[in-house]
């Protein structure tokens, strides 16, 4: 769990920061299914619906935590919009699923023409990534998980942190992206049961 | 010299309000230049300088991806028209 480090004043006066950024917009975002429910320093949850659809289904809630912000940038979980609990894995209502190209791995020791470009695959990959044991959690640089795994050790928060990639607006925008706005529709899985005979006419 | 709007070649100029990374700011351009014209200065306007200018993406007020390599003629915008521009999801998972 974070701590703060960073005199509280600071992370504080980030926060409020983030909390004006978004209510000075909060009509627009509100047109679009973004909902600020609640902002208590360190943390801010806004819920997300999904206005295309139709009933507008509220989708999921983001919870973010500015503790020792910015000196670490926020946690960001996908949280039940009713309980504020995070998901589970096997509960989340997206994963964020976004299309990267990535070259096709070539046998090592192959003998290649000169110019040869290797074959580009197309995959899709969830933003939200989860660990046994762990909470799922929004995998992109400015956000402290991000940040905290051994994986991501070569990219550092400070390389970010001036851009703004810890900002509350520019999270959500990628989560609206990638999990909100690509939704079409439902799907709607039915059980049949037999219910009786039809029958064409009563006999006299 | 009156200011008609239009600067010689370049067509009506239009106004922009660029909110980036949830903060506005103000950033003027003609017609026919690319849309992607207006990025430089919102990023220095705004004070984001640790990211490239093609890291970021805009979008207009319903979230919808503008194509920054159009003339700002074919977006048909109003005089006055509010952008919003974030910084791109880039490496993850």
């Avoid at chain 1, 470009?117 to 400015?142: H, N, R, S, T, W």
């Amino acid at each position: 769990m974070a701590t703060q480090s960073v005199d509280p004043a600071v992370s504080r006066a980030k926060f409020e920061r983030q909390v004006a950024s978004f209510r000075e917009l909060e009509a627009d975002y509100s047109r679009r299914g973004w909902f600020l429910a609640c902002a208590n320093f360190p943390k801010i949850l806004v819920l997300l619906a999904a206005p295309q659809l139709q009933p507008a289904p509220l989708v999921t809630g983001v919870r973010f935590d500015f503790t020792d912000y910015d000196l670490h940038p926020p946690s960001v979980k996908l949280v039940n919009p009713f309980s504020g609990e995070p998901w589970s894995a096997d509960q989340l209502p997206t994963r964020l699923m976004r299309r990267t190209e990535v070259e096709a791995q070539m046998m090592p020791g192959m003998n290649l023409p000169p110019g040869f470009e290797p074959a580009k695959m197309v995959q899709d990959q969830p933003l939200i990534q989860d660990y046994p044991g762990e909470d799922p959690f929004l995998c992109i640089a400015g956000v402290r998980e991000y940040h905290d795994h051994p994986a991501h050790s070569g990219d550092a928060w400070e390389l970010h942190r001036s851009s703004g990639a810890g900002g509350i607006i520019r999270l959500l925008e990628v989560i609206d992206t990638y999990g909100l706005r690509p939704l079409t529709g439902f799907n709607v899985q039915l059980e049949t049961r037999i219910t009786g005979f039809s029958q064409a006419e009563v006999p006299a | 010299m009156a200011d008609d709007g239009k600067s010689k070649g370049k067509g009506k100029q239009i106004d922009f309000t660029v909110v980036v990374n949830g903060e506005p700011t103000t950033v003027k351009a003609h017609e026919g230049e690319r849309l992607s014209a207006i990025i430089p200065e919102a990023l220095r306007e705004t004070g984001n300088s640790g990211q490239p200018p093609e890291n970021w993406e805009l979008r207009d007020e319903d979230g919808k991806l503008l194509d920054g390599e159009q003339l700002i003629e074919s977006f048909n915008f109003p005089k006055r028209v509010r952008l919003f521009l974030n910084l791109k999801a880039g490496v993850g998972g």
